[in-house]
Structures are given as structure tokens and as C-alpha cells.
Nanobody
Framework: HVQLVESGGGSVQTGGSLRLSCAVS????????MGWFRQAPGKEREAVAA???????TYTDSVKGRFTTGKDMAKNILYLRMNNLKVEDTAMYFC????????????WGQGTQVTVS
């Protein structure tokens, strides 16, 4: 049974930082591409960052240079480090896993809210 559980969301001021974590269980970590999506009220869900099975990283243009994703090998956690946060980063953030980054996603976490003001 695959489970993805996010944590680390919260409220911060513009320019602040947050670190989201996604605890992974139920499958071998490198079986899937893992990534982060977000959805703001009234907007479509968008891909934010992804880590493919070969370790390659991909980011949407609006977060390049500010967000970093990676995995904590010891804890089997995917993280998203977010620096220099902007109001437009406010959204529900979801961890996801699937066979093809950003194209096909089979598993989703429950989401964690990030609010920047």
C-alpha cells in the first residue's frame, strides 16, 4: 500500500523560507519519479518540482533558483526547500509519485498548505 504523507506547511512572510517533507512508504523509493505540485484557490494544479529515478531534477520556471527538491536517504523522505517565498507561492502543496514525471502520476499525498503574506 503506497502512502505519501506531507508535512511542514505553514504561514510565512514574503521572503521567508519553509521546508516541506514527504514521507514515503509502501514501495521502493526509486521505482517512481517523485515530485511536488501545488494548487491555489481558483487555479489549476501545477507542477513545481520533480526528482526522477536517475536523480535528475526539474523545476517550473517560477521557482527556479528559489526552490530545491531532493531526498533524504536515511529517512526515505522527499523534501522541498522553499526560499525567498512570494505571495504567489501561496497554495496547497502535494507530494506525488508516478512512472513519468509531471505527465503520469499514480499516487498523491493529502497536501499541506503554504500561505505567504
Amino acid at each position: 500500500h503506497v502512502q505519501l504523507v506531507e508535512s511542514g506547511g505553514g504561514s510565512v512572510q514574503t521572503g521567508g523560507s519553509l521546508r516541506l517533507s514527504c514521507a514515503v512508504s509502501g514501495y521502493t523509493y526509486n521505482s517512481y519519479c517523485m515530485g511536488w505540485f501545488r494548487q491555489a484557490p481558483g487555479k489549476e494544479r501545477e507542477a513545481v518540482a520533480a526528482r526522477d529515478r536517475d536523480g535528475s531534477l526539474t523545476y517550473t520556471d517560477s521557482v527556479k533558483g528559489r526552490f530545491t527538491t531532493g531526498k533524504d536517504m536515511a529517512k526515505n523522505i522527499l523534501y522541498l526547500r522553499m526560499n525567498n517565498l512570494k505571495v504567489e507561492d501561496t497554495a496547497m502543496y502535494f507530494c506525488a509519485a508516478g512512472p513519468q514525471c509531471w505527465v503520469r502520476t499514480d499516487y498523491w499525498g493529502q497536501g499541506t498548505q503554504v500561505t505567504v503574506s
